[in-house]
């Protein structure tokens, strides 16, 4: 195999830390950035790390940035993103970005449709997917014809997540709002309004071990080149987050739901599927879709299914064979996350400290440890012990 052309990652937390290592045990030249605390967070010595500008905040510098640098390399490499912001970023400037660089995205229109989350569900809806319902809010009084029309306890969300980010404090800021009553609905809607637009979404009832995340790897031509899929065991906040903790596994129905999806959407690239099952009927229902590497890339390699790397090969010409069978049982957990998660879940009479350690036992990938390159681990411990002192 041919690994002499270097790859570009933008994202320097666990998921591009996970890309980096993943490239460079194959001998690939990684050069990895991010915005500047994430760069001291994350920076690793298996990549040439830098600082680079604000996706969001900073867009005509971020992508002078890439022009140059992408200036600076004999062969254009591939590229990575390792959030939505920087997907977003390259998907809205690909026709210049692809002079410098080789990159695989689904069309910008549905780049947008799974960042916009009104977008997101019109298209489940259209493809006849199951999901949560979902209430657009526009002002205050359709605010009061919604509340006769939704069910409590739901949660309220903010539409664009990064126009969020980028206008509230990151002491305030929340991935989802938890709704218990009309009143305490009125009182938080008048709170974040005035950092961008919100929804309400009906809650699937059940705890996370009822969320499935199928990730996947189509290429130009919609062949299906990579896959595995594992369950949530923890989240980070526990009720509504991300991974703290997961589980390879492997459910046809989730499988079948999600790949037949992405067909239908004509979703090229790399994918993120999420799904839960409601308690109440057993059905499956569609939570979102984000078009990149996943948080949990280093169980991607401990599964035998190396989304990243098939990625690389493909991008650069070298028709890998596809690998959609996967290792069973792996944990995955992102230790400092699982701890904080615990810790709430203990304080909510929830969890015992003897239940969280034997979580832990078994064959298990750790999200940022690795004893030849330990301090972004480090590092990302004392910042979350830090975060969590702070808020407290």
């Known amino acids: 195999m041919r690994h002499d052309i270097p790859a570009v990652v933008l994202d320097l937390s666990a998921t591009g830390i996970g890309i980096v290592r993943s490239l460079r045990k194959k001998g690939i030249s990684v050069h990895a950035y991010d915005i500047k605390g994430k760069f001291e967070i994350g920076k690793t010595r298996h990549a040439t790390c830098g600082i680079c500008p604000n996706?969001?905040?900073?867009?005509?510098?971020?992508?002078?940035?890439?022009?140059?640098?992408?200036?600076?390399?004999?062969?254009?490499?591939?590229?990575?993103?390792?959030?939505?912001?920087?997907?977003?970023?390259?998907?809205?400037h690909r026709s210049i970005l692809y002079r410098h660089y080789q990159f695989l995205l689904p069309a910008h229109s549905?780049?947008?449709?799974?960042?916009?989350?009104?977008?997101?569900?019109?298209?489940?809806?259209?493809?006849?997917?199951?999901?949560?319902?979902?209430?657009?809010?526009?002002?205050?009084?359709?605010?009061?014809?919604?509340?006769?029309?939704?069910?409590?306890?739901?949660?309220?969300?903010?539409?664009?997540?990064?126009?969020?980010?980028?206008?509230?404090?990151?002491?305030?800021?929340?991935?989802?709002?938890?709704?218990?009553?009309?009143?305490?609905?009125?009182?938080?809607?008048?709170?974040?309004?005035?950092?961008g637009e919100l929804m309400l979404q009906e809650i699937i009832p059940g705890d996370e071990t009822g969320i499935y995340s199928v990730k996947t790897f189509f290429d130009d031509k919609m062949n299906l080149i990579g896959m595995y899929m594992n369950q949530k065991i923890h989240q980070f906040p526990p009720d509504f987050g991300s991974s703290a903790?997961?589980?390879s596994i492997r459910d046809e129905e989730v499988i079948q739901k999600a790949v037949s999806f992405l067909s239908q959407l004509q979703f090229k690239g790399l994918a993120i599927t999420e799904f839960k099952r409601d308690q109440r009927d057993g059905e499956l229902k569609f939570i979102e879709i984000n078009?990149?590497?996943?948080?949990?890339?280093?169980?991607?390699?401990?599964?035998?299914?190396?989304?990243?790397?098939?990625?690389?090969?493909?991008?650069?010409?070298?028709?890998?064979?596809?690998?959609?069978?996967?290792?069973?049982?792996?944990?995955?957990?992102?230790?400092?996350?699982?701890?904080?998660?615990?810790?709430?879940k203990r304080r909510d009479g929830k969890m015992t400290i003897a239940k969280w350690i034997k979580g832990l036992s078994g064959k298990k990938v750790e999200a940022l440890f690795a004893w030849d390159d330990p301090l972004p681990f480090i590092r990302s411990f004392i910042s979350h012990l830090r975060n969590l002192w702070v808020r407290r």
């Open 55 to 92: 996706p969001v905040s900073e867009e005509k510098e971020l992508f002078q940035f890439l022009i140059t640098l992408g200036k600076k390399f004999g062969e254009k490499p591939v590229l990575y993103a390792g959030s939505d912001d920087f997907v977003h970023f390259i998907s809205k």
């Open 110 to 195: 549905l780049v947008e449709a799974v960042l916009d989350k009104r977008l997101t569900y019109e298209l489940a809806v259209k493809h006849n997917v199951p999901c949560p319902k979902i209430f657009a809010i526009h002002d205050e009084q359709q605010l009061e014809q919604i509340i006769t029309e939704v069910t409590f306890p739901c949660i309220l969300k903010p539409v664009y997540s990064s126009d969020f980010r980028k206008r509230i404090s990151h002491r305030l800021y929340k991935k989802v709002i938890l709704v218990e009553e009309a009143s305490q609905l009125r009182e938080k809607y008048l709170f974040y309004l005035p950092f």
């Open 245 to 247: 903790m997961v589980l």
């Open 291 to 344: 078009s990149r590497v996943g948080l949990t890339q280093r169980l991607s390699i401990a599964c035998g299914v190396d989304l990243a790397y098939l990625y690389y090969l493909s991008l650069t010409g070298q028709n890998p064979s596809p690998v959609t069978s996967q290792r069973e049982g792996v944990k995955w957990v992102y230790l400092v996350r699982d701890f904080i998660s615990f810790l709430q």
